[in-house]
């Protein structure tokens, strides 16, 4: 499935070439319409960026991150992401992300217990 997009140059004001946007999905082209297309995507991406991005930046703090180095940055994804797994376990008895956290903070003990665990 291919959506395109008309694009205007910021600076200029000048009509840029159309993009074409790839998207998979388990639906067949004739199942929506045009317009359904655009908000079955739309509502995908904002999703994410509610229920991963936003969560990333907001709570965890990621795009605070200082170092350039990419092997630091990368460990530190993986530690978010790992921390976001556990989370998902967790969310049943702690709805509140940040009271976790707090909860973690305050038992070092839980934090390698939960480590311990399988994911």
């Given at each position: 499935m291919c959506i395109s997009s008309s694009r205007i140059h910021k600076r200029?004001?000048?009509?840029?070439?159309?993009?074409?946007?790839?998207?998979?999905?388990?639906?067949?082209?004739?199942?929506?319409?045009?317009?359904?297309?655009?908000?079955?995507?739309?509502?995908?991406?904002?999703?994410?960026?509610?229920?991963?991005?936003?969560?990333?930046?907001?709570?965890?703090?990621?795009?605070?991150?200082?170092?350039?180095?990419?092997?630091?940055?990368?460990?530190?994804?993986?530690?978010?992401?790992?921390?976001?797994?556990?989370?998902?376990?967790?969310?049943?008895?702690?709805?509140?992300?940040?009271?976790?956290?707090?909860?973690?903070?305050?038992?070092?003990?839980?934090?390698?217990?939960?480590?311990?665990?399988?994911?």
């Amino acid at each position: 499935m291919c959506i395109s997009s008309s694009r205007i140059h910021k600076r200029t004001g000048e009509p840029l070439a159309p993009l074409c946007r790839y998207f998979i999905s388990s639906h067949r082209p004739e199942d929506l319409t045009p317009d359904q297309w655009i908000q079955a995507v739309r509502g995908h991406w904002g999703g994410v960026e509610i229920r991963n991005h936003w969560t990333r930046d907001a709570i965890l703090r990621e795009d605070h991150t200082r170092s350039r180095n990419p092997t630091l940055v990368g460990a530190l994804a993986l530690l978010r992401s790992a921390l976001l797994a556990v989370y998902a376990r967790l969310r049943e008895n702690h709805p509140c992300l940040p009271a976790i956290l707090e909860n973690l903070s305050a038992n070092p003990h839980l934090c390698r217990r939960l480590i311990m665990e399988k994911l």
